[in-house]
């Protein structure tokens, strides 16, 4: 089982950036999709990004122009930069990875603050 671990959340003010990196112990090419997720208190979990295997990349419609996901299949690790947040950025971001045949893989979440 291929395990995913983020880093790069933290306290930011609005407007600000930030870049979270997503880093898996195996190979990302062993998942066809990789997506950024957030859940703010009291929400459900939403897909924030996400990128193919091939380098495709979709985002929600309330971070196109801000966010953007990226990924270094030497490092195998993905990116999401987050630029001009806004408080309701603010969330547990996580890191997911889907593979054909088996069930999904998630990291622990990175905390993202935006004050106002």
């Known amino acids: 089982q291929v395990q995913l671990v983020e880093s790069g959340g933290g306290l930011v003010q609005a407007g600000g950036s930030l870049r979270l990196s997503c880093a898996a112990s195996?190979?990302?090419?062993?998942?066809?999709?990789m997506g950024w997720y957030r859940q703010a208190p009291g929400r459900q979990r939403e897909l924030v990004a996400g990128i193919t295997s091939g380098g495709s990349p979709n985002y929600a419609d309330f971070v196109k122009g801000r966010f953007t996901i990226s990924r270094d299949n030497a490092k195998n690790t993905v990116y999401l930069h987050l630029n001009n947040l806004k408080p309701g950025d603010t969330a547990v971001y996580y890191c997911?990875?889907?593979?054909?045949?088996?069930?999904?893989?998630w990291g622990q979440g990175t905390q993202v603050t935006v004050s106002s």
């Open positions: 195996g190979s990302i090419f062993s998942f066809y999709y």
């Open positions: 997911n990875g889907r593979r054909s045949g088996t069930s999904d893989s």
